[in-house]
């Protein structure tokens, strides 16, 4: 019928769903709204799961039970008849698993904090770092998603060294978490006098935003320094310390948030950065055990690392982990990129679909 793994992963997944059964009616779970929710959330995603391994189950179960009346001469062409039967109903509902496999993901409905850095290229590779973050907030504008503007280092040329900021909506990370990576450009900088093409790089990060109630952050294992933000060559100098900047000590993760005025806002806004990365840090440690449902990493900005190029001369926009070209790259830069996400998605459907079946 099925591969142990798969056998085993449906019975996890039938053990927690009766765990949650029972918290959900624990009178504390109810009083804590924020772990309530949490907890209605992981229900829900294991519910249409766990509903047809029920299905299964019982239709195997019958499926026993035709397979012993074979033998009996008076009942013989009826239980054959009922077999077949039920072995093209286990097969469908195998399909409908595995499917649901593919498509249900815990993290794909959750809100993204985005980050993008320029790599090499000096200053050309920061105006790049800007281009893909107008990029991604038109993109957000089109999908009627809200971003918010967390951090940022500015250069003089208006491009940017680093770039913080949230995506909130449906479906968010499900279809923008094959952006994080090394995106190459190619053309003639702002810069260049002499109108050669230059190659420069720049990293984007998407991790998926997590609740508090979903990670655990000690109090004594974080450090909060409060210092005054300003922009680049001295403008928009803040004259109190409102900027946040937050150190987890145990892993060394460093964020800094300082785009609101208030300290208050820009901690709450330094805290989400910091429950994302540590969230993004445990899956990495974690990810020899999960099926290859993982962010493909960003790399060091090389620009031998590229997952896609930006072609200006040739109007080009390539992704290169499938071989994907698109020959409308202004278009794309106005934040038109539901087909190069849609075929990111499609490659990835098939690959996992092909695993399963592989391993079945």
């Known amino acids: 019928m099925m591969n142990n793994n798969l056998l085993k992963r449906l019975e996890d997944m039938q053990k927690r769903y009766n765990e949650l059964e029972n918290l959900l009616a624990d009178p504390q779970a109810v009083a804590d709204s924020g772990r309530y929710m949490s907890l209605m959330k992981e229900h829900g995603c294991l519910s249409k799961i766990v509903h047809?391994?029920?299905?299964?189950?019982?239709?195997?179960?019958?499926?026993?039970?035709?397979?012993?009346?074979?033998?009996?001469?008076?009942?013989?062409?009826?239980?054959?008849?009922?077999?077949?039967?039920?072995?093209?109903?286990?097969?469908?509902?195998?399909?409908?698993?595995?499917?649901?496999?593919?498509?249900?993901?815990?993290?794909?409905?959750?809100?993204?904090?985005a980050e993008i850095r320029a790599g090499t290229g000096g200053e050309e590779a920061a105006i790049f770092a800007a281009d893909l973050f107008r990029m991604y907030i038109?993109?957000?504008?089109?999908?009627?998603?809200?971003?918010?503007?967390?951090?940022?280092?500015?250069?003089?040329?208006?491009?940017?060294?680093?770039?913080?900021?949230?995506?909130?909506?449906?479906?968010?990370?499900?279809?923008?978490?094959?952006?994080?990576?090394?995106?190459?450009?190619?053309?003639?900088?702002?810069?260049?006098?002499?109108?050669?093409?230059?190659?420069?790089?720049?990293?984007?990060?998407?991790?998926?935003?997590?609740?508090?109630?979903?990670?655990?952050?000690?109090?004594?294992?974080?450090?909060?320094?409060?210092?005054?933000?300003?922009?680049?060559?001295?403008?928009?100098?803040?004259?109190?310390?409102?900027?946040?900047?937050?150190?987890?000590?145990?892993?060394?993760?460093?964020?800094?948030?300082?785009?609101?005025?208030?300290?208050?806002?820009?901690?709450?806004?330094?805290?989400r950065i910091l429950r994302s990365r540590l969230y993004e840090s445990i899956e990495e440690k974690n990810q020899l055990e999960r099926d290859q449902v993982r962010r493909i990493q960003i790399g060091t900005g090389d620009r031998s690392e590229k997952i896609r190029t930006y072609n200006y001369s040739q109007n080009r926009v390539t992704d290169h982990r499938i071989n994907f070209s698109v020959y409308n790259l202004e278009h794309v830069m106005l934040g038109y990129l539901d087909e190069i996400i849609a075929a990111l998605a499609n490659h990835y459907r098939e690959d996992q679909l092909r695993q399963l079946i592989t391993s079945t």
């Open 138 to 271: 038109k993109y957000a504008e089109r999908q009627n998603w809200k971003t918010e503007l967390f951090d940022y280092n500015e250069t003089d040329l208006g491009g940017f060294k680093e770039v913080t900021f949230s995506i909130e909506g449906r479906n968010v990370y499900q279809k923008l978490r094959f952006e994080s990576g090394t995106h190459r450009v190619q053309r003639v900088p702002q810069t260049e006098a002499s109108g050669r093409v230059h190659t420069s790089t720049a990293t984007v990060a998407i991790l998926p935003e997590v609740e508090e109630v979903e990670i655990d952050i000690n109090p004594a294992d974080i450090l909060i320094e409060t210092f005054r933000a300003s922009g680049p060559g001295g403008q928009k100098v803040n004259k109190t310390s409102s900027a946040v900047r937050i150190t987890h000590i145990s892993t060394g993760i460093v964020v800094k948030c300082l785009d609101e005025k208030s300290q208050h806002k820009n901690k709450a806004k330094a805290m």
């Open 52 to 113: 047809k391994y029920a299905q299964l189950t019982k239709t195997y179960t019958r499926k026993q039970e035709a397979e012993n009346l074979l033998s009996d001469g008076e009942f013989a062409d009826m239980a054959r008849m009922e077999l077949d039967e039920l072995e093209d109903q286990e097969k469908a509902i195998m399909d409908e698993i595995k499917e649901l496999f593919i498509t249900e993901d815990k993290t794909a409905n959750k809100n993204v904090i």
